[in-house]
């Protein structure tokens, strides 16, 4: 059976992050494995979450006794575990460049300084206040 979508302006050939909750919701509880497979797919390619959240919701609504909603879910779950995981390390990564870029911009000032360039002139070339030139050196 092809999957149709009723009173929605995408269609399932349309890409999947585009079909919103409702699209999400019709193809788990009356798709295919094919439109199942799809959605597990456009998961794992979706770089910034948002499909994620509509996903949870769509499981959230659909019937919890169907092996799609199970499936989904179970993939959803695993894949958050997963994403926790790189998140960490992303993080602990991101933390030490912003430390470096701190360290960076306390090198810059402080030999700003020594060639005689006061506060106030390097907080115009750089577009911030002096408060802030002084907060980058504590």
């Known amino acids: 059976m092809t999957l149709t979508f009723r009173n929605l302006t995408v269609t399932p050939e349309d890409p999947v992050v585009q079909w919103g909750v409702e ?3 019709t193809a ?3 798709g295919g494995a094919r439109d199942w497979g799809r959605i597990l797919n456009a998961l794992d390619a979706d770089a910034t979450g948002t499909l994620q959240w509509d996903v ?4 959230q609504c659909a019937d919890p006794d169907l092996g799609s909603t199970r499936l989904i879910a179970d993939y959803l779950v695993d894949r958050l575990f997963a994403d926790a995981g ?6 602990r990564q991101r933390q030490q460049e912003v430390a470096n870029l701190a360290e ?5 000032v402080r030999t700003l300084r020594d060639l005689g360039v006061s506060y106030g002139g390097i907080a115009r070339r750089l577009g911030c206040t002096r408060s802030t030139i002084q907060s980058i050196l504590r």
């Open 23 to 25: 699209g999400l919701l």
């Open 28 to 30: 788990i509880e009356r």
């Open 56 to 59: 949870a919701q769509a499981v």
């Open 86 to 91: 790189e998140a960490g390390e992303l993080v």
């Open 104 to 108: 960076r911009r306390r090198q810059v």
